[in-house]
């Protein structure tokens, strides 16, 4: 079996919470009777409790075939009731779970998140299965790493892992896309000069660089370091303000900007880019890379803002369900000059 999309990474489950004025569909979602995350040591009131599959590199590919890629998820999760879940709903997604591990050696991973009236979320991850992972699983699926057009890594799995999957990749002239997250200050320096698009959001750039980025200045900067570490392109994804990129080839840094939206829920957003970003490398490679990103940007958008596409596909509100679908998608990419005031 061939798939255009090889990914290796992580799924998880996720509990969720929602802050009062995040209810699903609300209009007035700045409203709502707490619009901050609780300090530490607070207790504060909640509006919605649910359960949901997530994972970044589960959520990434979910995206991707969501998109109409023929995708496969590399990973490994508990022989529970989560992992079993999980397994049925990436079937659900149209992902091939081939090489889908089960071990009764660890739970699978989970994440506790909160979110608030803002859109904005704070999360703890406990990786579990995810990091049992190991070089063995990877030489079982060494024949789809190597025939796939995109291979797609992060570092919810072993570090060492997500490297040499991007090896075995790259030694097959396979596409590689690294998503440095949870980001590393002790990065091996590998994975710069093994993946072809490194790609970050502000949080990551400044753990691997030391440099705060705050403006399109400081993400023109944060670049030019990684390019000068061995990064081929290099992405800094900035949230409201789109994404700065900048390639060795050119040196010249391009901001590329987001679409206008009101955010409700920012959880998977960056997870929904990568994984829009790869499936126009795997499906459309003769774009320029700023269309890319500008698309990628739009199906990021849409995560953001999935209550206002509820109606129209009966989005649920977890992680994997907010990533938008091919119909979605287009809608956003086509019409990318209306914005959700």
Same mark, same amino acid.
């Given at each position: 079996?061939?798939?255009?999309?090889?990914?290796?990474?992580?799924?998880?489950?996720?509990?969720?919470?929602?802050?009062?004025?995040?209810?699903?569909?609300?209009?007035?979602?700045?409203?709502?009777?707490?619009?901050?995350?609780?300090?530490?040591?607070?207790?504060?009131?909640?509006?919605?409790?649910?359960?949901?599959?997530?994972?970044?590199?589960?959520?990434?590919?979910?995206?991707?075939?969501?998109?109409?890629?023929?995708?496969?998820?590399?990973?490994?999760?508990?022989?529970?009731s989560f992992g079993n879940d999980y397994v049925a709903n990436l079937?659900?997604?149209?992902?091939?779970?081939?090489?889908?591990?089960?071990?009764?050696?660890?739970?699978?991973?989970?994440?506790?998140?909160?979110?608030?009236?803002?859109?904005?979320?704070?999360?703890?991850?406990?990786?579990g299965a995810n990091l049992l992972l190991n070089s063995e699983d990877?030489?079982?699926?060494?024949?789809?790493?190597?025939?796939?057009?995109?291979?797609?890594?992060?570092?919810?799995?072993?570090?060492?892992?997500?490297?040499?999957?991007?090896?075995?990749?790259?030694?097959?002239?396979?596409?590689?896309?690294?998503?440095?997250?949870?980001?590393?200050?002790?990065?091996?320096?590998?994975? @710069?000069?093994?993946?072809?698009?490194?790609?970050?959001?502000?949080?990551?750039?400044?753990?691997?660089?030391?440099?705060?980025?705050?403006?399109?200045?400081?993400?023109?900067?944060?670049?030019?370091?990684?390019?000068?570490?061995?990064?081929?392109?290099?992405?800094?994804?900035?949230?409201?303000?789109?994404?700065?990129?900048?390639?060795?080839?050119?040196?010249?840094?391009?901001?590329?900007?987001?679409?206008?939206?009101?955010?409700?829920?920012?959880?998977?957003?960056?997870?929904?880019?990568?994984?829009?970003?790869?499936? @126009?490398?795997?499906? @459309?490679?003769?774009?320029?890379?700023?269309?890319?990103?500008?698309?990628?940007?739009?199906?990021?958008?849409?995560?953001?803002?999935?209550?206002?596409?509820?109606?129209?596909?009966?989005?649920?509100?977890?992680?994997?369900?907010?990533?938008? @679908?091919?119909?979605?998608?287009?809608?956003?990419?086509?019409?990318?000059?209306?914005?959700?005031?």
């Amino acid at each position: 079996m061939r798939s255009a999309m090889c990914i290796c990474g992580a799924p998880g489950k996720q509990l969720s919470y929602l802050s009062p004025g995040t209810e699903e569909g609300s209009e007035s979602q700045n409203n709502g009777l707490t619009t901050r995350l609780p300090k530490a040591g607070e207790t504060i009131l909640g509006q919605k409790f649910f359960v949901g599959f997530g994972g970044k590199g589960a959520n990434q590919c979910v995206q991707s075939a969501r998109l109409g890629a023929k995708t496969l998820l590399i990973c490994k999760v508990g022989s529970d009731s989560f992992g079993n879940d999980y397994v049925a709903n990436l079937k659900k997604n149209g992902i091939s779970t081939a090489f889908v591990g089960q071990t009764t050696d660890a739970a699978t991973g989970t994440a506790s998140i909160i979110v608030n009236s803002e859109g904005q979320n704070v999360i703890v991850i406990v990786p579990g299965a995810n990091l049992l992972l190991n070089s063995e699983d990877l030489k079982r699926a060494s024949d789809v790493i190597c025939k796939a057009k995109v291979v797609v890594c992060q570092l919810e799995i072993t570090p060492a892992v997500s490297l040499e999957a991007l090896k075995m990749a790259h030694a097959s002239g396979v596409k590689t896309l690294f998503n440095p997250a949870p980001a590393l200050a002790d990065l091996d320096p590998q994975f @710069y000069t093994y993946s072809d698009i490194f790609c970050c959001n502000e949080t990551e750039a400044e753990i691997l660089t030391g440099i705060p980025v705050g403006n399109l200045e400081d993400a023109e900067k944060v670049g030019r370091m990684l390019l000068g570490r061995g990064c081929k392109l290099v992405i800094v994804t900035l949230g409201a303000e789109g994404c700065m990129m900048i390639s060795g080839d050119e040196g010249i840094p391009k901001h590329v900007p987001a679409g206008k939206v009101r955010a409700v829920d920012t959880t998977g957003a960056g997870d929904s880019f990568v994984g829009a970003l790869a499936f @126009y490398l795997a499906y @459309y490679p003769k774009l320029s890379m700023e269309e890319m990103i500008r698309k990628s940007n739009c199906v990021a958008s849409a995560t953001k803002i999935k209550p206002f596409f509820s109606n129209l596909l009966h989005v649920l509100s977890s992680s994997l369900s907010s990533l938008p @679908y091919k119909l979605q998608s287009l809608w956003r990419i086509t019409l990318h000059t209306v914005s959700v005031q």
